[in-house]
């Protein structure tokens, strides 16, 4: 998937990093949740200070990352957040959450 039209107004977006901090978007290519990313990201906008990771879980890069958090991803559009290496907060499910991100990511902040 490419990715080069997401962009944040402020803060970052990486791929192809595993992170120690930060807000993690989980996907899959097959799934409805890459669909989300554009609504994160606009919400992230407002945080500046946290940079954000995309993560297929369709990539290798996942499975060293499933490994390194224990976080198994049903492909629903999770969003995680770590803080010094510690997986911090979770939501399972972007679409049936996603009223819930400002909260989350307060927390996170």
């Given amino acids: 998937m490419d990715f080069s039209n997401y962009k944040r ?10 992170p120690k901090n930060g807000v993690v978007f ?3 290519i097959w ?4 669909l989300y990313l554009s609504h994160l990201i606009n919400t992230l ?6 940079p954000l990771y995309i993560i297929d879980i369709d990539d290798p890069l996942y499975q060293v990352f499933k490994d390194q958090y224990d976080f198994l991803s ?3 559009g999770e ?3 770590i803080k010094n290496g510690i997986l911090e907060n979770i939501i399972k499910d972007y679409k049936s959450e996603k009223n819930s991100i400002r909260s989350f990511l307060d927390s996170a902040n």
């Fill in 26 to 28: 989980l996907f899959s």
């Fill in 45 to 50: 906008n407002d945080y500046p200070n946290l």
């Fill in 74 to 76: 049903q492909g629903k």
């Fill in 31 to 34: 799934s409805e949740s890459r």
């Fill in 9 to 18: 107004d402020k803060g970052s977006i990486n791929f192809g990093e595993i």
């Fill in 79 to 81: 969003v995680l957040f």
